[in-house]
């Protein structure tokens, strides 16, 4: 019920009045969600502004050691909170932005879960932590539900009237020394595919169209889905999509088009996906080189080098920190024969 609005007043008429009673109640139930959900969402602000202001601190004091990967990690998590403390104050109805802290929350988890189990760390403290963050999980979950069945019920006209999130969409391409059909062919064994994917862990392919894919995610946290073909053009195209049971909804296509004066294959990818925080946790994931526009990128360079190299080149002669894949010249000769029995 919002600020100076009263309560409807009886009738005496049973049916009207308890109608009125019910939107009394609901109307209450609306403010208590909508409450706990801008208060999850400062919360969030909160948290992330701190991970950020001091990352090993804030490591230390759950228990980690204060190093540059737990640093790095404690950092990642902290502009994913911002996004979604931002994501859920700036929204009307902030079901989405919620659920993206349930999301953030299971992957806060699967990281603690993960130092328990390492004797360098203060086991004691991190269980704590991970009783602590169980315990927002479960704020977050009933402020989710809750929300959720206002806008199933009695809020449907207003979530409909909502202008709704699109996807963030990725297009990138790049040039290969190699004809069509042999591109076509390494790409569409999914199981090459980690070859060159940095973040993709595992592809298994179950049939002719459906895969299980395997992948980790920013702080380190694991993401499974399955996929499954919709569209297979030999040669020239793959589309796919994910099924209804993954946790980040994606799909997207790779087109392979004969280069000019016969130098190589275009190829051409197209990505849409739904991040669990919405298009701010996708801005501030640039930050870090996690945006999957960056990945793909790096992605198809690494798929270059395989192709014309066979294998992927690193380089420690530059400004990034440890050995990184090298970007091979575009104007590569074809490789010689002896080696095209690495690459297939």
Same mark, same amino acid.
């Given at each position: 019920?919002?600020?100076?609005?009263?309560?409807?007043p009886?009738?005496?008429?049973? $049916?009207?009045?308890?109608?009125?009673?019910?939107?009394?109640?609901?109307?209450?139930?609306?403010?208590?969600?909508?409450?706990?959900?801008?208060?999850? #969402?400062?919360?969030?602000?909160?948290?992330?502004?701190?991970?950020?202001?001091?990352?090993?601190?804030?490591?230390?004091?759950?228990?980690?050691?204060?190093?540059?990967?737990?640093?790095?990690?404690?950092?990642?998590?902290?502009?994913?909170?911002?996004? &979604?403390?931002?994501?859920?104050? *700036?929204?009307?109805?902030?079901?989405? #932005?919620?659920?993206?802290?349930?999301?953030?929350?299971?992957?806060?988890?699967?990281?603690?879960?993960?130092?328990?189990?390492?004797?360098?760390?203060?086991?004691?403290?991190?269980?704590?932590?991970?009783?602590?963050?169980?315990g927002?999980?479960?704020?977050?979950?009933?402020?989710?539900?809750?929300?959720?069945?206002?806008?199933?019920?009695?809020? $449907?006209?207003?979530?409909?009237?909502?202008?709704?999130?699109?996807?963030?969409?990725?297009?990138?391409?790049?040039?290969?020394?190699?004809?069509p059909? $042999?591109?076509?062919?390494?790409?569409?064994?999914?199981?090459?595919?980690?070859?060159?994917?940095?973040?993709?862990e595992?592809?298994?392919?179950?049939?002719?169209?459906?895969?299980?894919?395997?992948?980790?995610?920013?702080?380190?946290?694991?993401v499974?889905?399955?996929?499954?073909?919709?569209?297979?053009?030999?040669? $020239?195209?793959?589309?796919?999509?994910?099924?209804?049971?993954?946790?980040?909804?994606?799909?997207g296509?790779?087109?392979?088009?004969?280069?000019?004066?016969?130098?190589g *294959?275009?190829?051409?990818?197209?990505?849409?996906?739904?991040?669990?925080?919405?298009?701010?946790?996708?801005?501030a994931?640039k930050?870090?080189?996690?945006?999957?526009g960056?990945?793909?990128?790096?992605?198809?360079?690494?798929?270059?080098?395989?192709?014309?190299l066979?294998?992927?080149?690193?380089?420690?002669?530059s400004?990034?920190?440890?050995?990184?894949?090298?970007r091979? &010249?575009d104007?590569?000769?074809?490789?010689?024969?002896?080696?095209?029995?690495a690459?297939?």
């Amino acid at each position: 019920m919002t600020a100076g609005t009263q309560q409807p007043p009886y009738t005496g008429n049973r $049916e009207t009045d308890r109608w009125q009673g019910d939107r009394w109640d609901r109307e209450g139930a609306d403010d208590r969600s909508e409450r706990l959900a801008r208060g999850l #969402g400062w919360f969030s602000l909160g948290l992330g502004l701190t991970q950020l202001a001091a990352p090993r601190g804030v490591a230390r004091m759950i228990g980690l050691r204060g190093d540059d990967e737990n640093r790095n990690a404690i950092v990642a998590i902290g502009v994913r909170e911002i996004a &979604s403390g931002i994501g859920i104050l *700036t929204q009307h109805r902030p079901t989405g #932005g919620v659920w993206s802290r349930v999301g953030g929350d299971v992957m806060d988890l699967a990281l603690l879960g993960r130092a328990l189990n390492s004797r360098r760390n203060d086991r004691n403290r991190v269980a704590v932590a991970t009783v602590a963050v169980a315990g927002v999980t479960l704020l977050d979950v009933l402020a989710g539900r809750q929300l959720g069945r206002e806008t199933n019920g009695h809020g $449907e006209a207003a979530a409909m009237a909502e202008p709704k999130e699109p996807g963030v969409q990725v297009r990138r391409s790049i040039t290969v020394n190699r004809p069509p059909q $042999e591109i076509y062919a390494f790409w569409r064994n999914f199981e090459n595919l980690p070859r060159f994917m940095a973040h993709l862990e595992s592809v298994r392919v179950i049939d002719d169209r459906r895969s299980h894919w395997k992948t980790t995610a920013p702080a380190g946290a694991k993401v499974e889905w399955d996929a499954e073909i919709v569209e297979d053009r030999p040669n $020239e195209l793959i589309a796919w999509r994910s099924l209804s049971s993954a946790d980040v909804p994606n799909e997207g296509s790779v087109r392979f088009v004969a280069a000019p004066g016969g130098r190589g *294959t275009e190829i051409h990818v197209e990505l849409r996906y739904e991040p669990p925080g919405g298009r701010l946790a996708a801005l501030a994931a640039k930050l870090f080189a996690e945006e999957p526009g960056q990945q793909v990128a790096g992605d198809l360079r690494r798929f270059k080098q395989v192709m014309e190299l066979g294998e992927v080149v690193h380089s420690d002669a530059s400004v990034h920190r440890g050995p990184h894949p090298a970007r091979p &010249s575009d104007e590569l000769p074809r490789i010689a024969p002896n080696m095209e029995g690495a690459i297939r």
